[in-house]
């Protein structure tokens, strides 16, 4: 399937939506910002190791690609359970709820979130974390 | 005059007590029963055995769909309407589960795209039946009844298996499945897409 995407892969980031960095270089102070990671999320509490310290997302061939970088702070491993919502521009829910899925992450490492929007009709989205070691839980 | 406004107070006051007792039978919650049944979240995480269950189906239908929608095949199918269809994923573990809950989910997220598909084995026998009954019963207006041989085949055909590795220790037992799905072009049986997911579950005993 890969190399059916190669031409599609460099032509990418042409076609076009949303990237979201976690801190703004300084020089592009005076650019109009972009949505920001926080507004991108939805934490049920505040996580107290995990951090999404990048998120990007680009549409290709009609469909949103995510790609969410975990990063675990504390030096033991860290349950995650996650879930997308799609949503359309005007923020209607384009998709069922969705599973929540676990994700572990191993202590001081970064992990990858890649998900594909299952829909075309997705252009927006927020990412659903939740962690048993949420402030929230306690 | 008077006398009428005291019997209508007393029979405001009367309606408002028996309003009152009635509701006071009632909770505001709109359900019956015991309450040792409840309702759950169909979508949360089921970690209650290493058994495969209804997170590993959600999680395997999903990848899968969205391995699926991204492919050019699957999107050049949906623009030239061709047809899909999905043969029963053998199940190779040592349990029980109806590998359809996979396939069904699959071709129902697909269609919401735009995948048209065609129905096979089980569901194929009612098929038959309706148009035998359609046309060889004797009791439909031939105007009005659908005609016989009319059926359309599919080009591709989504095929695969769910395996998996179980060890087990005095205190432990950890299960790994892999789940092998394939879309073939059922002309020349050609492999165009394979994908896999694997799954590891780990329970202390």
Not at chain 1, 15 to 31: L, M, R
Not at chain 2, 49 to 58: A, E, F, M, N, R
Request: charged letters at 25%; proline letters at 3%; one cysteine or more.
């Amino acid at each position: 399937m890969s190399r059916r995407f190669l031409i599609p892969l460099g032509l990418a980031a042409a076609v076009f939506a949303v990237s979201v960095q976690a801190q703004t270089p300084p020089e592009a102070a005076s650019q109009p910002a972009g949505p920001t990671i926080a507004s991108k999320i939805e934490e049920q509490g505040q996580m107290r190791y995990l951090r999404v310290t990048d998120l990007r997302a680009v549409k290709r061939d009609n469909l949103l690609r995510i790609q969410a970088e975990i990063t675990n702070t504390s030096n033991g491993n860290q349950q995650l359970y996650y879930r997308f919502k799609w949503l359309d521009r005007d923020g209607f829910s384009v998709w069922d709820d969705e599973p929540w899925k676990p994700l572990l992450v191993y202590g001081a490492q970064k992990q990858f979130i890649n998900v594909v929007a299952p829909t075309f009709k997705a252009t927006d989205f927020r990412l659903v974390l939740q962690s048993p070691d949420n402030s929230g839980n306690n | 005059m008077q006398a009428q406004n005291s019997h209508a107070l007393r029979l405001t006051l009367i309606a408002g007590a028996l309003a009152f007792s009635l509701s006071a039978c009632q909770t505001t919650s709109p359900t019956t029963g015991s309450g040792n049944v409840s309702y759950g979240d169909a979508k949360a995480v089921e970690t209650v055995t290493t058994d495969l269950g209804s997170t590993d189906i959600q999680m395997i239908s999903e990848k899968m769909t969205q391995s699926l929608i991204q492919e050019p095949l699957i999107q050049d199918l949906i623009r030239k309407r061709q047809l899909l269809m999905a043969s029963p994923v053998k199940n190779k573990t040592s349990e029980y589960f109806d590998t359809r809950l996979i396939t069904d989910t699959i071709l129902a997220q697909l269609q919401k795209n735009g995948v048209r598909y065609t129905i096979e084995g089980e569901d194929m026998q009612n098929q038959v039946d309706e148009l035998r009954r359609q046309n060889q019963s004797g009791l439909y207006d031939k105007s009005k009844s659908v005609k016989m041989g009319k059926m359309q085949g599919a080009k591709y055909r989504l095929d695969g298996a769910v395996s998996s590795i179980i060890k087990k220790t005095a205190d432990q037992k950890d299960v790994y499945y892999k789940i092998n799905l394939r879309l073939i072009e059922i002309e020349t049986g050609v492999v165009e897409w394979t994908d896999e997911k694997e799954i590891r579950k780990t329970a202390r005993r």
